[in-house]
């Protein structure tokens, strides 16, 4: 948004400081401004001169050499090309060196060999046109050597351009007024608010009695929230004055015709939009404000045809539409220079609905900009007296016809609002010593009104405040925060007390659980969306769609629904990184959903590898972690009358014979299986990739406590020795360990599996390393003997025996 100080001192006067200081001061105060902008600073090096003689350039048909005189028979040369002109013509001139408002440096250059010294200007150049071609054309009462300023009577002017984003919940900002009365305030100087019930009164005087020619109808399903017209005749269309163009320029927009101008200058002005209707266009001497009903193509000021919706909110005549609300009017009714019988429309409308429908056409106008802000329905009558006074100011002649035509939907009319704050809750809140006398100042700068009772200010907050801005007590400390200064308070740090900050119990089992797999198991930790899509569910062939769990604005098909688990995502991370890496290990602390109000934490352990499976890496992994975490568990081979919640037995991903159940406290509340080829398949991964998923939800939640026991290291050796047992091809080879945690034998302290491969069709082998020690004496060659002797018939009983 444009700001013209120009027009601002129209109502405050300004304090006479530097520009960007203003600037600076605006931002602290009230909105943040990008840029300062002091307009007509370069047309000051610009003079006025009158060409006296042109001969053809040596070196070109389209080129002349044109002498002119800049001032007391002064004469210089330059090389111009203009197509109009000639000798006795006054024009303006830019100096060498002079910086031009489109930002280009003249400077010392030859045109086809010949040094032009400066250039003669035309109106685009000089930033006072559009279109016109050739220099521009100055009177004959023009005097070489005056500056161009001088002679146009051209004013500089400071334009403060304010970020939008930044007005967004000020409404009362997007008009010339209230912007005047945050200069007022913020430079504890008066406002010169002329728009009183006195100007009011004077400016209903031409009101009559007449029957008004144009009749409003408002449905009550419309967007409509009040409405005001009036019909005015003028005996013609005269010429927009040079300053009100001059204006309107400054602040970006384009002059059209008088009525159009001022029906802009007005919206600037007060901040309320409006729009001016050719009367004699209007069929039927009726508007009707409803929806549309059904779908209408209609064409707006701008020439664009628009597609229409059943909802949208439009006015009509007897016969078409004539306006869009709250964006554009229609081409067939708007005001052209030959109009004379005007209807004058002052309307205020539902912000959310404007704003709909200005995105969804694509259509950003002045004034869907500052409906969307949601405007004060009670501002619109002030507003049309104003394009009244205008009119008849510029339009000597003109005459109302009857009273305004109106209509206001009570339920949302903005109201003013009462709120009683402390004065020790506003400087405690910021945090500084305020007199009340200058909160009381500042509140009523502010056209708060303020009702001092000894230490509470019942404040009321006038309406166009409320519709958006000020709804607490907070928002009052904040005005005056702002006021004073934000940068007048000294900052404290803040008075609370220090005390140690612990870790909730599930922090610390996350912790534990991180530092042992990342020391231990060399793992990297990665982090996977919650969020997963039904195509990644489907190629990973997981069987439960979570469609429950569906999100309504899901920001896309990848992510529309929350994971039933976090294997899914595990497959598509570790195909990302097979390309890579030939063997890699990582883990995830995530949670998965089934149910609505139901999330399970868990931990997934991953161990790849191109060349060979990992399935009992990844088991003893599991088996030195959860010893760690003190958590008793079983290991159980796969079982289809006991189902495993965490991995579903209908996944195509479950390996036949490298798969392991894990229980703790009574429950499957684990697994650890290497993935089926046919689902790395679906992922294009060659190789092998075993995953361990445990539910941790129940675990993570108690308190850890650290049941490390302490030995001395044994001064005794132990004794290894190695078995290698036959068994089935389909079963697990987990199942042998399973088999020998039934031998009791302190002497027996650890098993493992160090082998496997494939003896037939049928069987394979299985090699197991057995450790026998005593910590309070070397083992006997008998003793030793007797514990082979005793895991070689714990195995055959189980169906392992030893391989001949």
Request: glycine share 6%; aromatic share 8%; net charge negative.
């Amino acid at each position: 948004m444009l700001i013209s100080l120009n027009w601002i001192k129209d109502f405050v006067e300004i304090p006479d400081m530097p520009p960007k200081e203003l600037g600076s001061l605006f931002t602290l105060a009230t909105a943040e401004v990008e840029d300062v902008i002091v307009k007509g600073e370069a047309l000051k090096p610009i003079l006025c001169v009158e060409i006296k003689s042109l001969k053809p350039h040596p070196d070109s048909d389209k080129l002349n050499l044109v002498t002119f005189d800049y001032g007391q028979g002064k004469l210089k040369e330059v090389v111009c090309g203009a197509p109009n002109v000639r000798p006795g013509l006054k024009v303006p001139y830019a100096p060498i060196g002079t910086t031009l408002p489109n930002g280009m440096t003249l400077e010392p250059k030859k045109i086809r060999g010949i040094l032009s010294d400066g250039m003669l200007c035309s109106e685009t150049e000089l930033g006072l046109g559009e279109g016109k071609s050739g220099l521009m054309e100055l009177n004959d009462d023009a005097t070489p050597g005056t500056s161009l300023p001088e002679y146009l009577n051209l004013e500089t002017d400071v334009i403060l351009d304010v970020d939008n984003k930044s007005l967004t919940h000020r409404p009362d900002l997007w008009g010339y007024l209230g912007l005047a009365r945050e200069f007022a305030a913020a430079h504890k100087i008066e406002l010169k608010n002329r728009f009183t019930s006195g100007w009011e009164k004077e400016i209903e005087t031409q009101f009559n009695k007449a029957m008004s020619p144009v009749k409003i109808e408002v449905a009550q399903d419309s967007s409509c929230l009040a409405y005001y017209g009036l019909s005015l005749d003028i005996p013609k269309m005269g010429e927009t004055p040079a300053w009100m163009k001059t204006r309107l320029e400054a602040v970006g927009l384009r002059p059209i015709n008088l009525i159009v101008d001022i029906s802009n200058y007005v919206m600037v002005e007060l901040g309320i939009p409006n729009h001016v209707f050719d009367r004699s266009k209007i069929i039927g001497n009726k508007v009707s404000i409803r929806r549309a009903g059904e779908e209408l193509k209609f064409q707006t000021l701008d020439e664009q045809t628009r597609t229409l919706l059943p909802t949208d909110t439009v006015i009509f005549d007897s016969e078409r539409p004539l306006v869009l609300a709250g964006l554009m009017g229609g081409l067939e009714s708007g005001v052209t220079p030959d109009s004379t019988k005007l209807f004058l429309e002052v309307a205020n409308w539902d912000a959310p609905e404007v704003r709909k429908t200005s995105v969804r056409l694509g259509l950003r106008t002045d004034s869907s900009q500052r409906y969307e802000k949601t405007l004060d329905s009670n501002l619109c009558y002030r507003t049309l007296l104003r394009l009244v006074e205008l009119i008849s100011e510029q339009c000597p002649g003109a005459s109302v016809l009857g009273m305004p035509e109106k209509y206001i939907l009570d339920d949302k009319l903005a109201k003013s609002q009462t709120f009683s704050i402390s004065h020790s809750q506003i400087i405690s809140n910021l945090g500084m010593e305020i007199p009340k006398a200058t909160i009381k100042d500042i509140f009523e700068r502010l056209d708060f009104k303020v009702d001092e009772k000894q230490e509470i200010f019942n404040v009321t907050v006038p309406s166009y405040r409320t519709t958006k801005d000020i709804s607490c007590k907070a928002d009052l400390i904040e005005e005056i925060g702002r006021m004073i200064g934000y940068d007048n308070i000294t900052p404290v740090s803040p008075l609370l007390p220090v005390k140690p900050i612990r870790l909730s119990s599930a922090k610390q089992f996350h912790r534990k659980v991180q530092d042992f797999l990342v020391q231990q198991g060399k793992a990297l930790q990665v982090m996977t969306y919650p969020l997963t899509g039904l195509e990644l569910l489907q190629k990973s062939l997981w069987p439960v769609k979570n469609d429950h769990l569906v999100l309504v604005n899901a920001l896309s098909v990848e992510q529309d629904r929350m994971r039933p688990s976090l294997v899914p995502s595990a497959l598509e991370m570790a195909a990302q990184n097979h390309k890579h890496y030939d063997a890699f290990s990582f883990f995830e602390i995530g949670r998965s959903y089934l149910e609505f109000d139901k999330e399970r934490s868990q931990v997934l352990i991953g161990m790849y590898s191109k060349e060979k499976t990992r399935f009992l890496e990844l088991e003893n992994l599991v088996e030195k972690l959860l010893s760690t975490l003190n958590i008793s568990f079983n290991f159980a081979s796969l079982n289809e009358k006991f189902q495993n919640p965490i991995m579903p037995a209908l996944w195509n991903g479950i390996h036949p014979h490298e798969y392991l159940n894990i229980q703790i406290m009574g429950k499957y509340t684990g697994v650890i299986n290497t993935v089926h080829p046919l689902v790395l398949k679906n992922f294009k991964m060659k190789g092998f990739l075993s995953l361990a998923v445990i539910d941790i939800t129940d675990l993570e939640s108690r308190e850890m406590k650290d049941k490390t026991k302490y030995q001395t290291i044994s001064r005794f050796p132990s004794s290894s020795c190695d078995f290698t047992v036959v068994m089935k091809k389909e079963l697990p080879a987990a199942s042998v360990i399973t088999a020998l945690n039934s031998l009791k034998q302190k002497e027996f302290k650890s098993k493992s599996i160090v082998d496997i491969f494939m003896m037939n069709e049928i069987e394979k082998a299985v090699s197991i390393r057995t450790v026998f020690e005593d910590s309070e004496k070397t083992l006997s060659a008998e003793t030793i003997k007797d514990l082979e002797q005793k895991v070689v018939q714990v195995l055959e009983k189980a169906g392992f025996p030893l391989r001949s």
